[in-house]
Every structure is written in structure tokens, then in C-alpha cells.
């Protein structure tokens, strides 16, 4: 019989004091009824495929009745909880990922980007299994350490098929890739939200997620591998570019998820992996074989702001044989072009986006994306010196900027503990017998402004370079039209975490499932898993369920810091299967509507991965609980 505790009399005089079970005194009902507002959202998303920002607010919506006549919350003390969700969602989350995007988007509208795409390509053999590991791996974890929300694995997907690659294969091994680096999106921001949500140090989740997610990030490239081409091709022969791109990617990841923070692992991990596989290919390449000869097919988008492609180095051939199958340069053309310049070759074809600028030749598959026809070929120049520092410019800014902010303390400058009004100290947690605080840390110099003051700066290297004025207005506009239905999800799950919190349901749904005890380590995973996977995000997943992993962890006597950070472990391995992702994702290569093809690729490598990453919580608390940073065993303050 599980023991509700109960709160005392006189919080009732002062306080709304959470009822734990308010439906019938049952907590089974309860908990059953507490659930809806979460299933129904889930619903909404995974099978009704309703977009994200309406199944949000109906979620929210549910949720709000089921808080005041069901939990009895107060409206004034709902509305204020659902107020507090949604400053928090705009600042400092939306703060972040909107100065990101606008990196982005300037170095996109600039050119630069284009640059940076073709420095990557001319600097690489012409091997699929070389830049399989190249952008997939390294340069997804770069733009997913600096935008995030579904960015990457759009862009690296679409990369990839411009190199060759089938569609299908292009997007389910770019998914396949990213899920290491979800945990530490946008600067961070899963990690972050958590910690606000939970009241755990947001370095002590950063250092228990990089106890777990290097081994992932280690054996990931060479596992990838194994499936792209087989053991011979992908294990024998590439191992020791599997191993280089894990180890440089694991111990980066590893060190400033420890000893820095959440801002950068993703960031730097990409960055160092890319420059170290970059180096590395100079001097070892893999076994040549024809089947894996890299393919460029380039997207020559004009009108949208882009460069043409004469500014991305592009120079139009033609070619009327079969020898006109687009190639990068052997080995023995690149010794017979050393005196010059070295040149790939490489083909155009269009997206899906802009169908009237198709190579009217080439006719995709209907199912897999393939192309029936070569199309026709072209020469990739490599970068200048001077292009190359243009290229590489906003990834260092930021990095830089970043750690001077992290060591300097900058964020702390102007600092603000808010107390929300009607509800800091209002509400009576029942399950701890004490008032909930309500406290909003207003940070004008937090993560984001640091972004901004690097956009400054990224911009005044855009001027030198050549860039229009317009660019920047361009680049805005861009931000504004890709971040206005994120921002309204991201508003509408906070809102709805906070009040699932400050309503008490998250306490009835947690005590609920902390009656699995010692096998709740292995279930951890799996709900981060079915969050991320019907909401297609991990800070969703980690605003949903962090602080229920909390409060089960507690119960059981658990480390809430490891249940925390596994919520977003197990998070991260569905991210290559949720309907969001996928949807996203097809629409980018030419795919609409294939979405099942792609998940049919990639649901048992999900579950495989889940399953692991449960085994790896329930043996860093049961064998090597000295691996958990000591502050989170029982020192989160609800």
C-alpha cells in the first residue's frame, strides 16, 4: 500500500497546497487522470501528425482544466505558472537559438557558408565513406551545437545527396549521427531547461551527460560505418578514420561537458573532430573502391539571396558521355594538378524546393529519392587562404566569445532573481513538505546576448568581406520566419511543464511510477526516449519529464542527478525517429511523404540505442555510483 503524505493543517490557511491524490483520494486514479494532458499531447503529434505548435496549445489547454477542477490550483496561480513558463521559454531559451539562427542565416545570405561547405570538400579524398563520417558526424555536431531545432540534419542530408549519395541513405545516417550532440543543442539549451526545471546545477547535468554520451560519440562513427557499407568496406578498411573522428569527437565532448559546461561540447566536439579528420585524410585514405567514388551535385539556387555559382567557385562544364558522371579528383589527378589549384568535379541537380530549376534529365524514384540520370558536370575550385579564414570565421567567433563569457562570469553581470507574483512561495509541495519558490533569474547578459555580441562582430567580418547591407536584413527575416512556430512550441511546452509542476500532477505521475524501484534506472531512458520521439525535441522531452525523473528518483533514493541527465540520454536516441524529424527531414531531399521508408531504416538502431543507454544508467547507479558528481545525489531543491 503506498503511504500519501499529506500536507499540514495550517498550509492550507497560507498556501494552495498540492494534492498528491485528489481524485477519490486514489492515487492510481489519480495519476490516470493526471496523464491526459501528456498522452493527449503525444497523441496529437505521433499519430493524428497535427503540427507541433497547435498540439501544444491544446495540450496546454487540457491541461489548464484538468489543474483547476481536477488539482483545484487556483486560476490566478495557473495563469501565473503558465506566465512563468513563457518568459522562461523567450528568455533565455529563444534568446539563444534565435541569435544562433542569425549566425547562421548571415553566413547562409553571405556566401561564407558556401565557402566553409566548399573548403570541407576540396580538402577531402573522393570517398563517400570519408565525408559519411566528415559531414554527417562532425559538421552536423557543429551546426547542431550552434542552432539545433532540426537544423542539422536538414542541411547535412541535403549536403550529402549533393555528394552522391542515395536520399534515403543521406538522411538516415545523418539521423543516425546526431543524436550524441542533441543533449547539448543551441549552446546547450536541453541541458539548461533541465536545470531550471529541476533546480540541479546545470554543470553537474552537464558532467553526468559527458559520463555517459563519449562512449556513444566513440564507437558511433565506426558502427555507422559498418552499416553504410558492410564489415569489409566499412570496419576493415576505414576503422582507423572511425576511430580518429570518435576519439577527437569522445575526449572533447568529454572534457568541457566536465569541466566547462553545456554551452560548448557539441560546438568544439564538431570542430576539433572535423579539423582532425581533415588532417588525418592528408595522410592515410581509405582503400579506393568505385562504388564509393564521391559524387558532387551541386544546388545552383538564384534569386533567394544566395550566391550564384560563380561565387561559390563553381565553373559549368559540359560533358555529352558516360564519363560525365560527376566525381571528385582521384588521387593520381590531384598528384598531376599539384602545381594548381586543385579542382573537383561535380554535378547539379535541383530540390524539391525548386522544381523549375531541375536538370530536366534527372527524374528522382518516387520511393527512395535516386536519381535515373547522370546530370551533367562541373569544377569545384579550393578555397584561398583568405577564403578559408572568411569561412571559418563565425564558427571561431563564437567559440571564443563563448568561453571568454563562460570564464569571465559575464552572464552574472546585472543579474535579477525575479520573484513571480502569486506564486513564489504560494504553493505548498506536499510530497516535501515545503513552499515551492517561483524565481525567474533575469540575465541581460546571459548565453544568447553573448551570440548576438558574436553576430556583431561575425557582421563586421560579412562587411570586409563584400556583403551587402541587404544580407543582414535577409538574414533577420529568415530567423523570424523559421523560429515563429518553434517559438510558439517552445512557449506553449514550457508553459505547460511549469504548470504540470506548480499544479502538483507531476508529483502524483512521479510518486506513481516510483513504485518500479530498483528497475526505474532502465525506464528513465525510455521516457526521455518516448518524450523526444512524439515531440521531436529534447528540451521538450527534458521540460515534460525532468523533473518527474526527479521526483521518482528521490522517492526510490536514487541520484536525481543521473535520472535527470538519463531523461536526456534516452532523449537523444529517438530524436532519429520521431515524426517531427522525419518529416522535416524528407521534406528536404525530395522525399514528401516517405517518411515511413526512413523510419523503417532507423526505429531498431532507436531502440538499440535506448536499451544501452538504460543499461548505462542502471550500471553507473548500482556498480560505479562514484562516477555520479556528488552534488546531485540528494541535493536538488524542488
Known sequence: MIEIPVAPPEAYEKYFVQELAPIGGSLVGSFFVGVI?????????????????????????VCI??????????????FSAIANGIVFANWPIMWIVFNAMNVYNLAVRSGIFDIFRRWMLTNAPPDRRVYLVLIAFSFCAILEGVAGFGTPGAICSALLVSLGFKPLDALTFVLLFDTTPVAFGALGIPVTTLARLTNIEASALSAMLGRQLPLFSLFLPVYALYFYCGF???????????????????????????????????????????????????????????????????????????????????????SDNKSSRSSVSSDKQEQNDAARQSKTQTTF???????????????????????????????????????????????????????????????????????????HGRVWLTLY???????????????GTCILVAWVLFGVVVLIFGGKPIVFWQAF???????????????????????YNYSGIVYTVGLTLSQVNRAFPFLSAWIGWIGCFLTGSDTSANSLFGNLQVVAAREIGLSTVLMA????????TSKMISPQTLTTGVSTIGMRGKEGYVLRRTILHSIFFVCLIGGICCFQQYVIPGIIPPWGDNEASL
Open 37 to 61: 494532458p501528456l498522452v493527449l499531447l503525444l497523441l496529437l503529434l505521433g499519430a493524428f501528425r497535427m503540427p507541433a505548435h497547435y498540439a501544444s496549445l491544446t495540450g496546454l489547454i
Open 65 to 78: 482544466f484538468i489543474a483547476i477542477f481536477a488539482w483545484h490550483m487556483p486560476a490566478q496561480q495557473a
Open 232 to 318: 569489409r568496406a566499412g570496419v576493415i578498411e576505414c576503422w582507423p578514420l572511425a576511430l580518429v573522428a570518435g576519439l577527437s569527437f569522445a575526449i572533447i565532448q568529454g572534457i568541457f561537458a566536465n569541466f566547462v559546461g553545456p554551452e560548448l561540447p557539441d560546438l568544439l566536439s564538431g570542430l576539433v573532430s572535423l579539423i582532425t579528420i581533415i588532417i588525418f585524410v592528408q595522410y592515410w585514405k581509405p582503400k579506393y573502391r568505385e562504388e564509393f567514388k564521391a559524387q558532387l551535385v551541386a544546388n545552383p539556387i538564384n534569386g533567394t539571396g544566395q550566391q550564384d555559382d560563380k561565387s561559390l567557385g563553381i565553373e559549368e562544364t559540359t
Open 349 to 423: 541537380v535541383e530540390d524539391a524546393e525548386h522544381p523549375s530549376q531541375r536538370d530536366p534529365n534527372v527524374d528522382p524514384d518516387e520511393e527512395t529519392g535516386e536519381l535515373s540520370k547522370p546530370p551533367t558536370t562541373t569544377e569545384l575550385t579550393k578555397p584561398t587562404i583568405y577564403e578559408t579564414v572568411i569561412a571559418w570565421s563565425p564558427w571561431v567567433i563564437i567559440v571564443v566569445m563563448v568561453i571568454i563569457w563562460t570564464f569571465a562570469g559575464v552572464a552574472k553581470f546585472g543579474q535579477l532573481a525575479v520573484q513571480f507574483p502569486h506564486l
Open 433 to 447: 513538505d515545503k513552499p515551492y519558490d517561483a524565481i525567474w533569474d533575469f540575465q541581460p547578459l546571459a548565453t
Open 477 to 499: 527575416t529568415d530567423t523570424c520566419k523559421q523560429l515563429v512556430f518553434a517559438d510558439i512550441t517552445v512557449s506553449a511546452i514550457m508553459s505547460f511543464a511549469y504548470l
Open 565 to 572: 541527465a538519463t531523461n536526456t540520454s534516452g532523449a537523444v
